[in-house]
């Protein structure tokens, strides 16, 4: 389909006219000073900051938590334990501004979860408006890890922000249910050409090495017995921070919760980076210190994952190096990877 | 770099150093420079070597009390559980404290944390630290690349803009309203104590909120803790919790749920601030590595402020003194216990 151009005059009353049809979120401010994903209360949007919001949108499609079914707890009820569908009154929903690191974990999250019900059809509910970037922040990396600040991977449709306009392209059917409703036009000559230019001159650090594919040429014992996994782990303190602000960190666990004689089965949002991830009932803990829990996370990003699926598990975004308490840069991790 | 930073660098460098050399101790904690502007990364040093890697600076924000009985352990030699440690002295560490800091391992050492002799302390009088997020406010949230400290102004760059910050009105809110930033048990000091500090309005935040009518106040606390995520970095950080199984990690019987219902994220934070009450030093870790910007600090704030009024207590100021909730004396005030309540009383 030819790109299109949207006037951001008329952006607002277009996404208000998707509002009967659709939840809107979008990365907009917070009182904290950061943005969050938030629903759009139809305010001023199309001033995207740079750069990644506090959460990724992982939360959309591996909700924290997921109900996996209901049931009545009461023993002496006719349905006792009889398992129902949970009742999702969702409507589907538009991401509006996702960057193209967060967008492209959906893609990587999508490989382990290809069979999985409820993730392929939230998949299915959730449209991708994606925000291509002109310029990064310092901890960036999407080009270290396959992907790219001009990449599409993932989204419906990817806006290019040229000031006045934005400069629409429609990458899927989905996307093209969003766009069908008479507030856009075809692109000036100028406008192509500013567009083409934005793509070229995008910025991102880059190494100029085939990152997943030198990880997995290498030994996994001999990653895995590196020495300098006791000074990486040393300063964690073993919290969910990087696990839980990562888009691609997707483990859980699973756990009944009955409350006046309602039951529900959920699945929450769990982390390598706690004991109790990998706590036997015998009391044996496999990964009982942190060294083996640290190196867990890099291992299963850097090594395990790409040596099943292909990529590595990371999307440069950066959030881990910006918020991990004791600054462990995954950076500097993965340098010493490809090093050793 | 700030003068008084260089100074106290140097001198840490070269305390760690000969402490190293002579063998006085197996291991020492600081902080070396991290990999972003404004943070700074918790260190340990094993050889000579590595004591050059020590920094210090204003952004040195985790209580370093925190990986002191872990560390003393793993320098013991490996023994079974319930076994006792051999016989004769074991390995000691050399550990950087402020007052705050200083006062945690005074904490640890009256609970059975760690043993006073193992740890030979570096004292340092803190000239308070900065809180990353305050200055990040002080430059309009626009991303900061580079910090340069000088001893009482910051110096911060980003893309397109350079500015000077005052840097006392960054300093976190516990460091300004700290009244002891002179280390209280130390071997060895690095610069001189600079005596304890008069705030006389050092409860001013907590006044505020206590100040408000009951359904606010709960509002006030709902609205801050709704961002949480349970990552726990909050009592990870914290010297204080070192139960070898939280409460929210237990699952007979499980006292809290595992997601993130408002319910259960309540019950974690009121829980997790009652168990620092009459314990926490206001050291400000749990506040500074929240990755969510939630000031649970003021949490454990109003129990200090409840503990000091009802006890006259505060937390390690000195090794001697009983701690106020695990001893009992005859005049105890009990006027905050409930003992019945009418119904249809209203609070």
Redesign the interface.
């Given at each position: 389909m030819k790109p299109l151009v949207l006037e951001k005059e008329q952006a607002g009353h277009w996404l208000k006219g998707l509002c009967n049809n659709f939840d809107i979120f979008a990365p907009l401010p917070?009182d904290?000073?950061?943005s969050?994903w938030q629903k759009w209360d139809g305010g001023d949007l199309f001033d995207v900051a740079?750069?990644v919001p506090?959460?990724s949108i992982k939360t959309f499609f591996f909700p924290?938590?997921e109900v996996l079914f209901q049931f009545n707890a009461r023993a002496s009820a006719p349905d006792a334990f009889r398992l129902r569908e949970p009742k999702c009154q969702d409507k589907p929903r538009i991401l509006f501004g996702v960057r193209p690191c967060d967008a492209r974990s959906v893609v990587l999250n999508s490989m382990p979860y290809e069979e999985d019900p409820y993730f392929q059809k939230r998949i299915q509910e959730t449209f991708i408006v994606g925000f291509l970037c002109r310029?990064g922040?310092?901890?960036c990396f999407c080009k270290w890890t396959g992907g790219s600040p001009t990449g599409t991977e993932g989204m419906d449709v990817a806006a290019i922000d040229l000031g006045q306009v934005l400069y629409v392209e429609i990458l899927s059917d989905k996307g093209k249910r969003l766009v069908g409703n008479g507030f856009f036009r075809s692109p000036t000559k100028d406008e192509e050409t500013e567009a083409k230019d934005f793509v070229e001159k995008a910025k991102g650090q880059a190494l100029d090495q085939d990152v997943a594919s030198i990880l997995r040429s290498k030994g996994l014992m001999h990653l895995y017995d590196a020495p300098f996994w006791n000074s990486v782990s040393?300063?964690c303190?073993?919290?969910?921070?990087c696990?839980?602000?990562c888009p691609t960190c997707y483990c859980f666990?699973i756990?009944d919760?009955t409350l006046r004689g309602k039951g529900r089965r959920?699945r929450?949002?769990d982390?390598c980076m706690?004991?109790?991830f990998t706590q036997h009932a015998s009391g044996h803990n496999p990964r009982g210190d942190k060294l083996k829990r640290v190196r867990n996370r890099f291992m299963h990003k850097l090594k395990y994952f790409p040596d099943r699926f292909g990529p590595i598990s990371c999307v440069g975004c950066g959030r881990c190096?910006?918020?991990c308490?004791?600054?462990?840069?995954i950076?500097?991790v993965l340098r010493s990877l490809l090093e050793i | 770099m700030s003068s008084v930073n260089e100074r106290i660098t140097q001198e840490i460098q070269s305390i760690a150093a000969s402490m190293l050399e002579s063998g006085q101790v197996a291991a020492f904690l600081g902080y070396s420079q991290g990999t972003l502007p404004g943070t700074m990364q918790p260190f340990v040093a094993r050889d000579v070597e590595d004591a050059k890697k020590f920094s210090w600076n204003s952004f040195c924000v985790i209580n370093l009390a925190n990986y002191l009985p872990a560390l003393l352990r793993s320098l013991e030699p490996p023994r079974r559980r319930g076994e006792p440690p051999p016989e004769g002295p074991l390995p000691k560490v050399g550990v950087l404290a402020t007052g705050c800091w200083s006062r945690n391992m005074v904490v640890q050492i009256q609970e059975n944390q760690i043993e006073r002799q193992r740890a030979v302390i570096v004292g340092i009088s803190s000239r308070g630290m900065v809180s990353r997020r305050k200055l990040e406010a002080a430059v309009g949230y626009r991303e900061i690349t580079h910090i340069e400290e000088q001893d009482n102004s910051l110096l911060v760059r980003g893309d397109g803009f350079e500015e000077t910050i005052n840097r006392w009105d960054v300093v976190r809110d516990n460091c300004q309203t700290c009244v002891h930033p002179d280390p209280v048990i130390y071997d060895k000091l690095i610069g001189s104590l600079s005596g304890d500090r008069k705030i006389p309005d050092r409860f001013r935040q907590v006044e505020e909120i206590e100040a408000l009518s009951v359904d606010d106040r709960w509002q006030w606390f709902q609205n801050e803790i709704s961002s949480c995520i349970r990552c726990y970095a909050c009592r990870n950080a914290c010297p204080l919790c070192y139960c070898p199984t939280c409460f929210v990690d237990d699952s007979r019987p499980q006292w809290v749920g595992k997601s993130i219902d408002p319910v259960d994220t309540a019950l974690f934070h009121i829980l997790r601030a009652y168990h620092c009450a009459g314990r926490c030093t206001d050291c400000g870790s749990c506040e500074s590595v929240c990755p969510m910007g939630i000031r649970m600090r003021l949490f454990t704030k109003k129990l200090q402020k409840d503990v000091l009024e009802l006890y006259g207590f505060e937390p390690g100021l000195d090794p001697d003194a009983p701690l106020p909730l695990s001893t009992y004396k005859m005049d105890d005030p009990e006027e905050f216990i409930l003992t019945h309540i009418k119904k249809g009383d209203k609070k």
């Open positions: 917070t904290k000073g950061y969050d740079k750069g506090k959460s924290q938590p310029e922040c310092s901890t040393e300063p303190i073993n919290c969910g921070t696990t839980f602000l666990d756990q919760e959920i929450y949002w982390s706690f004991p109790l190096v910006r918020d308490p004791v600054n462990i840069d950076r500097q | -």
